[in-house]
Every structure is written in C-alpha cells, then in structure tokens.
C-alpha cells in the first residue's frame, strides 16, 4: 500500500477522503474526534505545497441537498484546527467546487460538500457511481484515501475514484491497518475481547470468527441479554433478539468447545423504564425482574470484567457497556475503560459508540494504544471480509 511519501505532492491538487462524519447538535459539532484525526495527513500535505481538496460525507441525506446534513460547520471546525482558512464548496462537482479549487494555492485547504448529496457516491449501479466518480476525479491530480471509518463501503468517493488518479493511503489510514493487522497476526496473548452495544445481530460474523483467535470474549450492553435468555434466563423487558437465540446457543457451544472464556454479566443495573431518571437497582444477571430492563452491567460484574483483563496482553474494545448516555447506567462502560487504561496491554478502542463513550464521560485518549476511527471498518475487518476502500487503494 503506498503511502505519502510516494506521491509527489507539490504544486498538485490532492483530493483527500477523509471521515468527517461527526455528529452535530443543530450547527454545533458535539464529538470532533474524526475531524482531530484527519488533521494530520491533512497538515502533511498542505505542509509539502499541494492543494489540498478534502471531501466527505455526513449523515444520510440519502442523494438530495438537506442543509440538515451540511459540512459548512465542519469546515469551520478543520480551519481552527489547522489554524488556516479553509475555503468551503457549496456544492460537490459543480460550478463552486471548481472555481473553489482553482483558486486554491500551494498549502491551502478547500473541503467540498457532503458528498452524499450526490445520488452517484452511493449507488449501487456501477455505471452511475462510476460517472460520478469521474467529475470528482476531475477535480484532482492525485488520490489520498483517509476515511478509515468509510473503506467497508463501496463507494464512489471510496472505491472507483482511487481506480482514476495515482493514489495513496494517508497516515490515518496506515495506522488503522497496522493495528487490525496487530489484533489478527502474531497477537501477543492473553488475547480478550469486550463487545456491547444493543444488537448481537450487528455482531453476529465478529463474533463467529472471533471465537477461532481469542482467549477471553466479554459481553456486555444489550447484546449480553439474548445470551442470558440463550441460557434459560429471564431478562425482563431488557433488549432482546429472539430471533437470534439458537445463533447464540451456538456461539456458547463454540466457545465450550475451543475452550474460550465466553464471560457473560452476573449482575445488572434494572430500571424500571428506559430514561435518564429512571426508578433503579442493582439485581442478579440470572433473575431480572419482569418489569425491569438491564441498562448497565453492575458493580460485581465491572469488578469481573476487571479481573479478566488484568493479564491481558492485547485488548480489543467495541460496544458501551449500558447506556452511557444517561449518567446513572454510565458505571459499566466506565469500569471497562479504566480497567483498560489500567493495563499494561495493547488496548484498542474500536470506533464507533465506544470511542464516543470515551470521550464523552472525560476519559484520557492517550490512555488507550489506539482509538479507531472505524467501528463498522474494524469490526468488517475483524470478521474477515475484504474491504473495498482497502483493496482499492492496495491496487
């Protein structure tokens, strides 16, 4: 996979894609932790004298113009952060998208509409997302892939434009692959890994190939409740997929048989209703009452997963523990992370909900080896699968 240094940069328009898909409150920007992230290749480059033209996607306007999902804030938000202008297109391949770059100079920064107004970035007929790879194309000289959190998809943005113009991988995405490529080869064990989250259905080929390279599998969130049911317990009104409990059963046969510590919650915190304020207790994993639903993992299980990553060498990390959002059921996703601080291990946060977590309840980021930008990227990766945005840029 080439990478930077490959390309010479100067004087040349460099369209970078990058994973600026953070979430906004109205115009204000909530989370900028994707934005941090892309600033470094971004910087290399506007450092080397290229015309740097990112682009990105936000949300799911679903290949119509909704200001809703505008990049304008975002726009904003890389300028502070690269302590430079940074000029904005207000449309994606038109008329000021062009004339927005051909006014860029040697080190500027322009960053093009949220690329998903365009019915081409997504679609799923070749010929269409292939024609609307070539007017992006067009824009540019050179191809930088640096949306990480973007490479599972096949997108136009993602995959056929890198297939149009010499191409390389930036520093986010380098780092990424180096560090999947660390939780899949050679992996320095103890080897654990802790899933949350709502649905096991989201985690259902993870887990399956998972289940051949790790030593210890926690499971928490709202997935840990169709694994309690899969074992004959009563969960209540706690999240279940019932039309995922023998997929389970099987996944608890296969963890006996290869002799993983499949490690399931003992106890949890009930509440009485899914809200912030809700009445609540600490009650056994194995008898949630019928009226109550499991928010959060509870103390004697946070003191478990605890022990279990104590000796751990390598940690991968994805899926809150309860639901951190509300104050009162943030208690589990907080243990874990600081059990991982705590640790000598290789500890990775896989993206998504989790990163937020992290950053949301005031944790340390350089507490952790790495937080991934990626969730769905990781976890695609984790299962085995090729992913487009990769294979591309490795052409």
Excluded at 73 to 89: I, K, Y
Aim: charged residues 25%; aromatic residues 6%.
């Amino acid at each position: 996979m080439r990478t930077l240094d490959d390309l010479d940069v100067k004087g040349r328009r460099v369209l970078v894609r990058a994973d600026l898909n953070v979430p906004l409150d109205g115009e204000k920007i909530t989370d900028d932790g994707r934005i941090r992230a892309s600033v470094p290749t971004i910087q290399a480059l506007a450092g080397r004298g290229a015309k740097v033209v990112v682009c990105a996607h936000l949300g799911r306007p679903k290949g119509k113009v909704d200001p809703e999902y505008s990049l304008r804030p975002v726009a904003a938000r890389l300028g502070e952060l690269l302590g430079q202008d940074v000029a904005f297109a207000t449309d994606v391949v038109g008329d000021s998208a062009r004339q927005t770059v051909e006014a860029l100079q040697e080190g500027q920064v322009a960053l093009l509409e949220n690329l998903r107004y365009e019915p081409g970035e997504e679609s799923k007929d070749d010929a269409v997302r292939g024609a609307f790879a070539e007017k992006l194309a067009g824009l540019a000289e050179l191809y930088v892939g640096d949306g990480f959190g973007a490479v599972h998809r096949k997108h136009a943005s993602v995959y056929d434009v890198p297939k149009l113009l010499p191409h390389a991988a930036g520093g986010l995405v380098v780092a990424e692959v180096e560090v999947l490529r660390r939780l899949t080869e050679d992996t320095e064990r103890p080897y654990v890994v802790v899933l949350g989250g709502a649905k096991v259905s989201d985690k259902l080929g993870v887990i399956a190939n998972l289940l051949t390279k790790v030593d210890r599998l926690l499971i928490g969130g709202g997935m840990a409740y169709t694994f309690l049911k899969a074992q004959g317990h009563e969960v209540g009104r706690s999240l279940l997929q019932a039309d995922q409990l023998d997929q389970v059963r099987g996944f608890l046969a296969e963890a006996g048989k290869r002799g993983v510590d499949l490690v399931l919650p003992v106890d949890v915190v009930a509440a009485v209703t899914f809200a912030a304020d809700a009445e609540h207790e600490v009650v056994e994993a194995t008898a949630i009452p019928a009226d109550r639903e499991g928010l959060d993992i509870g103390p004697k299980t946070r003191e478990l997963f605890a022990s279990k990553l104590a000796d751990a060498k390598t940690v991968f990390w994805n899926g809150p523990m309860g639901v951190f959002e509300f104050d009162a059921f943030s208690g589990g996703t907080r243990a874990v992370a600081e059990a991982l601080i705590g640790s000598d291990a290789f500890t990775v946060v896989g993206g998504g909900d989790s990163a937020a977590a992290v950053r949301r309840l005031g944790l340390p980021e350089d507490g952790f080896s790495h937080i991934s930008t990626g969730g769905g990227a990781s976890l695609e990766y984790l299962e085995g699968k090729t992913l487009p945005g990769l294979a591309a840029l490795e052409d």
